[in-house]
Each structure stands twice: as structure tokens, then as C-alpha cells.
């Protein structure tokens, strides 16, 4: 119980501090935004290209705009050394990273919740899917990505270049995440059974569960190096 509770209370602490500053969601839904106008303008609403590349449109969407969010994770506790203080608090500095993560995941699903509608209304998309199944790849997606995007976000920090790092560390792993999450949210989107999509949906649920366990168990050492 006092394991849940310590990361409860880290979670809390990233919540408020963005709740003050404002400085992550606002620059991760601006940045979301912008990605979704640029592609509306890209693309006429009626043409059957739309139809195909749409899905690809939400997570680069998505993407980018996480990117940008999971850059100023650890940037907060790399000022006057925080993160020492951090790993004082507790024994276990799996914590830490549970925290982060799951403070990071807080913060996509409610810029996703802002952009998909957005973007759906942009280019006057209808879906033929069910809406549950479309929120259960997003959410999986998401999930893999934030996890372990916030590993790698403490691993680059303390570089002199960390803004440039990231992405180029990053994009390469996500690589099967991102094909899974594309060729499922097409699926859905053109109203396919659970047949066509349900091999992707294993291989979203395996890369977020190992990404998740891996970073957990390796996040001790990292804090070391």
C-alpha cells in the first residue's frame, strides 16, 4: 500500500505543478493542433485519400505532440537537482519512473481526448468503427509509447542536447507500436471486425506491458549512470 501511495503522491505533484504552470498540455495541444490544420489544408475532406492516410494523420498527431510533452518531463527535476531529492524519498526508484509515466499517460489522454474530435470535424471523417474499440487502440497505443518514451526521456536529459536525442532514440523502437496502432485504427475506422484488427491489438498489449516492466526494472541503474 505505501508503494501505490508513494506514486500516488508523485503523480499528485506532477498534477499540480501543471495545473500552476500549464506549460506541458498547453504546448502539447497547440502543437496538436497545429499538426491537424497543416494536414486539413494538405488534404481535401472529400477525396478517397483522406480515407486512407487518416489514420496515419491521428498518430503522427499524437506523436509529435507527445514528443514534445515527454521532452519537458524530466527538465522539471533536472533544475536544481530535484531528482536527487526524488531518489531520496524512496528505496525503490522504480517509483519514479511509475510516476512519471503515469503522469505523462494523464496528460496525452487529455490532449488526445481535445484532438481526435478536432480532428474528425477538420476532415469531416465518419466512423464506421465502434468508438470503444478506436478509444481501446488509442489508450493501448498511447500507453506503449508514453511508456517507454519516459524512460528514454530520463535517459536524455542530462545530455547537452536532449531535445534532439530523444526523437532520434525514440522513433526507431516505436517503429512496431506505431505500425500496429496505424493499421488497427484503419481497421476500425473503416468498420472491420475484431478478426482484422486483433493480432495488432496483441502486439499494442505485448509492446505496452514489457515496455512498461523492462524500463521499471532498469530504471534504478539509469538513475545511476
Known amino acids: 500500500m505505501n508503494y501505490l501511495n508513494q506514486i500516488r503522491t508523485l503523480v499528485w505533484k506532477d498534477l499540480t505543478s501543471e495545473l500552476r504552470t500549464k506549460e506541458m498540455l498547453s504546448s502539447m495541444l497547440i502543437f496538436a493542433f497545429l499538426t491537424t490544420v497543416v494536414f486539413s489544408f494538405a488534404f481535401d475532406p472529400d477525396s478517397e485519400t483522406v480515407k486512407k492516410v487518416f489514420p496515419g494523420i491521428i498518430w503522427v498527431a499524437f506523436i509529435f505532440a507527445g514528443i514534445l510533452g515527454l521532452n519537458r518531463s524530466f527538465l522539471s527535476e533536472k533544475s536544481n537537482d530535484c531528482i536527487m531529492g526524488l531518489m531520496l524519498c524512496t528505496t525503490d526508484r522504480g517509483i519514479i519512473y511509475l510516476g512519471k509515466m503515469i503522469s505523462n499517460l494523464i496528460f496525452m489522454y487529455i490532449m488526445e481526448a481535445v484532438t481526435l474530435p478536432i480532428l474528425f470535424v477538420l476532415f469531416d471523417?465518419?466512423?464506421?468503427?465502434?468508438?470503444?474499440?478506436?478509444?481501446?487502440?488509442?489508450?493501448?497505443?498511447?500507453?506503449?509509447?508514453?511508456?517507454?518514451?519516459?524512460?528514454?526521456?530520463?535517459?536524455?536529459?542530462?545530455?547537452?542536447?536532449?531535445?534532439?536525442?530523444?526523437?532520434?532514440?525514440?522513433?526507431?523502437?516505436?517503429?512496431?507500436?506505431?505500425?500496429?496502432?496505424?493499421?488497427?485504427?484503419?481497421?476500425?475506422?473503416?468498420?472491420?471486425?475484431?478478426?482484422?484488427?486483433?493480432?495488432?491489438?496483441?502486439?499494442?498489449?505485448?509492446?505496452?506491458?514489457?515496455?512498461?516492466?523492462?524500463?521499471?526494472?532498469?530504471?534504478d541503474y539509469l538513475l545511476e549512470v
Not at 150 to 168: C, D, H, K, Q, Y
Request: proline share 4%; glycine share 8%.
Open 125 to 219: 471523417y465518419r466512423l464506421k468503427g465502434s468508438l470503444l474499440y478506436l478509444i481501446l487502440i488509442v489508450a493501448l497505443g498511447t500507453w506503449g509509447f508514453i511508456a517507454i518514451g519516459t524512460f528514454l526521456s530520463a535517459l536524455a536529459v542530462n545530455t547537452r542536447n536532449s531535445e534532439i536525442l530523444l526523437p532520434i532514440i525514440l522513433f526507431p523502437l516505436i517503429v512496431p507500436l506505431l505500425i500496429a496502432a496505424v493499421q488497427a485504427t484503419g481497421v476500425i475506422l473503416g468498420g472491420g471486425v475484431w478478426a482484422d484488427w486483433s493480432n495488432w491489438l496483441r502486439i499494442l498489449t505485448a509492446f505496452a506491458v514489457i515496455f512498461t516492466v523492462v524500463p521499471w526494472l532498469l530504471f
